[in-house]
């Protein structure tokens, strides 16, 4: 007879890391107090090589890299972190140019994170020259059921049989060329508000459960505007809504550039 040991159970990790929210050019004291990190300590600002890295701390036994790798397939757990960090994220976007950092970014210590400032000196720099002054705006356009043309009925015989056919043919040209021509509108709505912004990103149509709108995301764009020209873009989008019924177009921001930040591909904040 064999026997199947059962797996010893992982110990807890102890101690407490540093997760990293976004990194700034400067900031205040008073920018920073008063706001909860992720484990709901206040942040703190780490320094190195001209750039402020604002962090907070971040107990493994729930954010170590074991414990994470648990809890990021915990949707509950997931919401909560995402939402604590963006308000992190937001409060410093509020006060000036920030390069978002990863959702779950932890790193060892506070002389980790100065290295990462140093090593990636250059990019995140260039990065926050980019972003100042600008603001990244969202613009979701929804289908309105019932603008599109709708084919008529084709007449014929042939017996009731025939006629269902005809019907579901007529019924999936008329879907067919609804979404055709929503499509068309987005495509046609997201090359105008591009060309008023400094960058513009198509992202993939959110599904309705998560959109909770009632009908299909035909556009999700994300657009990063100058604040000067903040009241063109803003001008151009109800104008694009006027000139295309066939979307309900929504408006979202001022939001952190979410959008607009290379995150490097492969790097682990576990080294």
Known sequence: MTTTAEPAPVAP????????????????????AGIPGIAGTPVRAVTGAGLVAVVGDAPLAEYGEEALRRNLEDLG???RAARAHHAVVDALARAGA?????????????DRVARVLAERHDEL?????????????????YVVPGVTPR???PGGGGG???????RRRAQLTAREEGQR???????????????HAVAARRHAPQDRRLSGAATAMALN?????????????????????????ELRLELTGPWPAYSFVTEPAAESAWP
Do not use: C, M, N, Q
């Not at 020259?129 to 613009?139: C, H, M």
């Open 181 to 195: 021509i929503a499509a068309d509108a987005a495509a046609a709505v997201h090359a105008a508000l591009a060309g």
């Open 221 to 245: 764009g994300a657009y990063l505007v100058d604040r000067a020209g903040l009241d063109g873009f803003r001008a151009l989008a109800g104008a694009l809504a006027d000139r295309h019924p």
């Open 77 to 79: 757990w997931l919401e």
């Open 160 to 166: 009731a049989g025939a006629a269902y056919l005809r």
């Open 151 to 153: 084919t008529e009925e």
């Open 13 to 32: 990790e102890t101690g407490s890391g540093v997760w990293l929210h976004g990194v700034v050019a400067e900031v205040a004291p008073t920018t920073l």
């Open 98 to 110: 920030v390069v978002p950092a990863r959702l779950a970014t932890v790193h060892r210590d506070d």
């Open 125 to 141: 720099s260039g990065t926050l020259a980019r972003l100042t002054g600008r603001e990244e705006w969202g613009v979701k356009g």
